[in-house]
């Protein structure tokens, strides 16, 4: 049981480049979130997914493309990196608390992605 | 809007003393509330979390937190501080209620002196 993976570890990108993270689970959570961390900030929510095939927007997703094709995995897309999104990426992911009545689940992280933009 | 306040961005504790990490939250109705810790160039590990069962949360590694609903506060402590405590942890408090959305408090940096 690996949890949750993230593919790369470290990447540095030209301004203007494209490149696409991977999440993985392997705990059959519906729900997954990709995060950015910055100094100073916590952690700031990208976008979400509550389902296969289903996307959201989060709290700071300009400059973001998601995708959930299978719901074991997680993309998260930068179409033209620019040096605002330098910063560690952490996925994470967690059952739906939608039929919950004891409140909500915690989420599970991966290791985080550290990206660079020149 | 909810929000959450971590009062102290750096703690520094000898080992064997008492840690206290103060929370602060802001919510209109009864939240979820968690402690996480990330430890360098780690992911975010669940120390403990509060879902309107016993105020009182028990944790990993020694941790506990207090839900107080009448300071609006969910303060980590622990008795005796450990060198392998040294890292950064996070209030969480959820959105609204019986959601997934989460807002992350900036953080407090935790150091151990031996």
């Known amino acids: 049981n690996a949890g949750v993976t993230q593919t790369p570890k470290f990447r540095v990108l030209k301004t203007g480049q494209s490149m696409t993270l991977l999440c993985a689970q392997d705990?059959?959570?519906?729900?997954m979130y990709w995060y950015r961390q910055d100094p100073g900030m916590g952690l700031r929510l990208i976008h979400y997914s509550v389902g296969e095939g289903t996307t959201a927007k989060g709290e700071v997703p300009d400059g973001y493309n998601v995708s959930r094709l299978k719901k074991q995995n997680f993309l998260l897309g930068l179409e033209s990196a620019a040096p605002s999104q330098t910063s560690v990426y952490f996925c994470a992911s967690s059952y739906s608390t939608s039929f919950t009545r004891t409140g909500t689940y915690e989420q599970y992280f991966g290791p985080g992605t550290r990206l660079t933009v020149t | 809007a909810q929000s959450v306040t971590q009062l102290d961005s750096h703690v520094s504790v000898s080992e064997g003393t008492p840690v206290l990490l103060r929370c602060n939250y802001s919510?209109?109705?009864?939240?979820?509330l968690f402690w996480y810790v990330q430890h360098p160039n780690k992911g975010l590990q669940l120390l403990l979390k509060?879902?309107?069962?016993?105020?009182l949360v028990k944790g990993i590694n020694g941790f506990e937190a207090e839900f107080k609903k009448s300071e609006t506060s969910f303060h980590l402590t622990k008795p005796s501080a450990h060198m392998s405590d040294a890292a950064e942890y996070f209030c969480?408090?959820?959105?609204?209620?019986?959601?997934?959305?989460?807002?992350f408090g900036t953080g407090t940096r935790l150091q151990v002196f031996p």
């Open positions: 705990m059959n959570h519906e729900y």
């Open positions: 919510s209109s109705y009864s939240p979820s």
């Open positions: 969480v408090v959820t959105v609204s209620y019986n959601t997934d959305k989460l807002i």
């Open positions: 509060y879902t309107s069962a016993a105020t």
